[in-house]
């Protein structure tokens, strides 16, 4: 085509006609048509002294802001986080609940870790705990937001969540392993875990059970809670009488949660019990909603959890506890 032909066809386009001529140029010259590395408009605010400013200000660090940052360099916050997305490798990360562990703390906890997974090689870890239910729990995630156009003629029972001094509560027992969940106990209300109901309610008629009859082999490895209830002398003499492979308390890592799935198990099971603000009236509609719920549990997902269990201590005996939460 003609070099007027072609101007014509893209002046139709509306395309500037200078632009047009510039891009033809650019071809009979050689050059290639894409913006290369140093042209443009030279940068004003973040140079690359301001960069390298900006790098050194939040590369780190959890005291700044990007709003002060802004103020600083004279531009907007938006300016500031496209900037720290675009031309550093920086990014935002949310905090993690994790406990706090003194050194000797930390090395004991090690130890204790580095224990746990050589004893359990080859075996299951099959793991207890309590768990309090709520006859509501509004202010859970997912449950702690209302929509409205006008806030002032929302019903109060939507815009709060009721907040009683002495709730009636449950108290869930639960034991889960790869293989599977346990049958629940629901301890009465008042009713605290004594080493007696432990030992009758728990041990004697569900745990014992449930290992008989997912572990023939005995190719486990029970992970008690720390709790003085679950270590009393008459709990250890029970379990030492059934031939239950259990974690002795002197080798029990003391406030180590993230390497127990079983904390992150009531969470999940929380999620659907209380799903769309659902509310029980009583304890008894509480116990039902709890053992539905049960049912619904994705098996897969607490077998992938339980497996995961030895590549956490692991971690921990390397690094130390704090590494789990990565």
């Known amino acids: 085509m003609k070099k007027k032909d072609i101007v014509h066809h893209f002046i139709l386009e509306g395309i500037p006609k200078a632009t047009i001529y510039r891009i033809i140029a650019r071809s009979e010259d050689g050059r290639s048509m894409m913006q290369g590395k140093g042209q443009g408009r030279p940068a004003k ?4 002294e301001n960069l390298k400013k900006l790098k050194i200000m939040f590369d780190g660090t959890d005291r700044q802001s990007q709003r002060k940052a802004a103020s600083k360099f004279g531009c907007t916050q938006p300016y500031i986080s496209k900037t720290l997305k675009e031309k550093t490798k920086i990014k935002c990360y949310k905090k993690q609940k994790a406990p706090c ?5 930390q090395k004991i ?4 870790c580095r224990f746990l997974n050589r004893k359990s090689l080859g075996k299951d870890f099959v793991m207890d705990d309590e768990h309090f239910l709520k006859l509501s729990k509004s202010n859970m995630p997912g449950n702690d937001r209302f929509y409205s156009s006008n806030k002032g003629n929302v019903p109060n029972n939507v815009k709060y969540y009721g907040k009683k001094k002495y709730e009636n509560m449950l108290m869930l027992w639960i034991a889960i392993s790869p ?6 106990y629901f301890i009465p209300f008042r009713t605290a875990m004594t080493q007696h109901v432990y030992k009758n309610r728990c041990l004697k008629k569900i745990l014992v059970p449930f290992l008989r009859q997912h572990y023939p082999e005995g190719d486990y490895l029970f992970w008690p809670d720390k709790a003085s ?16 492979n259990f974690v002795e308390r002197h080798r029990n890592p003391t406030n180590l949660p993230q390497a127990r799935p079983i904390e992150d198990f009531f969470g999940y099971l929380d999620s659907l019990v209380y ?22 549990v994705d098996p897969d997902i607490v ?24």
């Open 303 to 326: 077998r992938r959890e339980m497996e995961g269990v030895r590549a956490k201590l692991r971690l921990c005996a390397e690094n130390g506890p704090h590494f789990i939460c990565h």
């Open 229 to 244: 209830s679950h270590y009393a002398n008459s709990v250890k003499q029970y379990l030492l009488y059934e031939n239950v």
């Open 45 to 48: 605010i973040m140079t690359k």
């Open 109 to 112: 906890v090690k130890t204790q």
């Open 275 to 296: 799903a769309k603000r659902w509310s029980a009236k009583n304890l008894e509609q509480l116990k039902n909603r709890v053992k539905y719920c049960l049912k619904k």
């Open 101 to 105: 562990y003194s050194e000797v703390q």
């Open 179 to 184: 293989k599977g969940i346990s049958q629940p």
